[in-house]
C-alpha cells in the first residue's frame, strides 16, 4: 500500500461497533513483541486541557535534551501529528511500514487501536527516552491503556461529554478516565470538578494538585499570560486564562515524575509551546482566533475569552449535530455581537446551517453563510472566534494558511 491508500485502509476500520475491550490490542501488542512495555510514558486523560497539556509537556522535554515521543488524539491537519518524535511527525513511509506490521498480526482491531498499536512500536523502535500520551476516550478500556511504565498520571479537568458512551454523570465518566492510573504520581487540576476529584482521591495512591495559593497572575492578557508559582516566573505563549490552569497541571508533573529538569528550561518552553485550534491566532489585522471549544466545558473557558473584547467579536460557528450544540452556544453567544452559522464542509455529522442558525438566534443576531470565504467576509474587521467543532477549526485553518 501506499501512504493515501493506507490511510484510506486504517480510516475504513472505524472506532465503533466492537465491544469495549483491551483484550484485543493485548493481543496484537503481544504479536509485536510487547513494545509498550518498553516505553517509560506520562499518560493524560480528561475531557478539555490533554491537548494543551500534552504540548507543554512535549515541548519541555524535548528542550531538555530527552528523545520526546508524543501521541495525540485527534489530529487537526494531517493524520501524522498524532506520533511526533521531537516535534516532527511520524514520516508516511514510516506510517506505511509500521502499519504494515500492525496489518500482518491479522487481529481486527478498531482505528484507534490499530493508531496505538502502530505507535507504540514505532516509537520503540525509534528509542524514544520518553512519551507524553494521550487517551482517545475514556480510559479504562482505551487502548493506550497498555502502558504500565508509567512516571507520571494526568487527569485534566472532566466535564460532560461522550456521555453515550463513558456514562451520563460526572462521576460515572470520571471513573472510566481513572482506568489509567497506577502505582505513581497522579496530578489532576485544582479546579477538577469536586465529584470527579472525590472519584480521583479514591483512585490515586499519590495525588498531586497545584496549590492555587501559591500563584499569582501578574499579567492577564487578552492574547498569553505571565505568572508567579511558588515564587518562580512564568509566561505562555498559548492564549487563554485557562492555559494558566494546564500550565500549573505541568508545573506539577515535572516537580512530581521523577525527572530533574531545569527552571531555565521550563520556562522557555511554556514560553514557546504551541498548539493547534487552541486560541489559536490564524490572523493578527484583522484578529482572527481558532479553538476547538465543541463541549460545555470548553464553551464556558472559552466564553471567558471572549468577553474580554467587550462584546466587539463576530463569531462563526459550525458543529456536529451529535454534541450539546445548544449548550455551547448558551454559553458563548451572549458575548457576541453577531454570530455566522456554517455547516462543516464534508462532515455528515455536521448541523446543517439553517438549523444552527434557528438555536443560535435565540442568544444573538445570526445569519448564514454558504461558503468559509462568505463567512469570513460577512464577519468584516471585527475581531473574529471560529469555533463549534474541531473539524470547523481544521477545515478554518487551511483556510487562513492558504494565504
Known amino acids: 500500500m501506499n501512504y493515501n491508500e493506507t490511510l484510506q485502509y486504517i480510516h475504513s476500520l472505524g472506532n465503533f461497533g466492537m465491544e469495549a475491550s483491551l483484550e484485543r490490542i493485548k493481543t496484537v501488542l503481544s504479536k509485536l513483541g510487547n513494545p509498550e512495555r518498553d516505553l517509560k510514558a506520562i499518560h493524560i486523560a480528561g475531557t478539555n ?17 530527552y528523545k520526546t515521543g508524543i501521541f495525540i ?14 516535534g516532527e511527525y511520524i514520516s508516511e513511509n514510516d506510517l506505511v511500514c509500521y502499519a504494515e506490521k500492525v496489518k500482518e498480526t491479522n487481529i481486527v482491531l478498531t482505528e484507534f487501536e490499530f493508531i496505538t498499536a502502530l505507535a507504540f512500536l ?20 482505551d487502548a493506550t491503556n497498555t502502558l504500565d511504565n508509567l512516571v507520571a498520571a494526568v487527569i485534566t479537568k472532566i466535564g460532560l461529554d461522550h456521555t453515550a458512551i463513558l456514562g451520563d454523570t460526572i462521576e460515572k465518566i470520571a471513573y472510566e478516565k481513572c482506568g489509567i492510573l497506577r502505582d505513581c ?64 497541571v505541568v508545573l506539577e508533573t515535572i516537580e512530581n515524575c521523577g525527572i530533574d529538569i531545569p527552571y531555565n528550561i521550563i520556562y522557555v518552553s511554556l514560553k514557546e509551546t504551541k498548539f493547534p485550534a487552541r486560541m489559536e491566532i490564524v490572523r493578527e489585522k484583522p484578529l482572527v482566533i481558532i479553538d476547538g471549544a465543541h ?38 453567544l451572549p458575548y457576541v455581537k453577531k454570530a455566522i452559522a456554517v455547516e462543516v464542509e464534508n462532515m455528515p455529522r455536521s448541523l446543517k446551517a439553517k438549523e444552527l442558525k434557528s438555536v443560535a438566534e435565540k442568544y444573538c443576531k445570526c445569519d448564514m453563510a454558504e461558503s468559509y470565504e462568505k463567512a469570513i467576509k460577512m464577519a468584516g474587521d471585527d475581531p473574529i472566534f471560529i469555533f463549534g467543532s474541531l473539524y470547523l477549526a481544521a477545515d478554518m485553518r487551511k483556510f487562513f494558511k492558504k494565504d
Not at 488524539?73 to 521531537?86: C, H, L
Not at 514505532?122 to 478500556?141: A, P, S
Request: with cysteine; charged share 25%.
Open 185 to 248: 504520581p497522579v496530578i489532576t487540576s485544582y479546579h477538577q470538578d469536586e465529584k470527579a476529584l472525590e472519584v480521583i482521591k479514591m483512585q490515586a495512591n499519590k495525588l498531586y494538585i497545584p496549590d492555587e495559593n501559591a500563584l499569582k497572575v501578574t499579567n492577564n492578557q487578552k492574547l498569553g499570560n505571565t505568572f508567579i508559582y511558588k515564587g518562580k516566573e512564568y509566561e505562555l505563549s498559548l492564549c487563554g486564562d485557562y492555559q494558566v490552569e494546564n500550565a500549573l
Open 295 to 332: 463541549n460545555p466545558d470548553g464553551a464556558f473557558v472559552l466564553a471567558n475569552e471572549i468577553k474580554k473584547f467587550s462584546g466587539e467579536v463576530v463569531a462563526i460557528i459550525g458543529m456536529m449535530k451529535d454534541k450539546d450544540f445548544e449548550e455551547v452556544l448558551k454559553t458563548t
Open 73 to 86: 488524539s485527534p489530529f487537526i491537519i494531517d493524520f501524522r501529528e498524532r506520533i511526533q518524535i521531537n
Open 122 to 141: 514505532y516509537f520503540k523502535e525509534q528509542k524514544i527516552d520518553i512519551l507524553i500520551c494521550e487517551t482517545g476516550l475514556g480510559g479504562r478500556f
Open 49 to 65: 486541557g490533554k491537548g494543551s497539556v500534552s504540548a507543554m509537556l512535549s515541548c519541555i522535554f524535548k528542550n531538555a535534551g
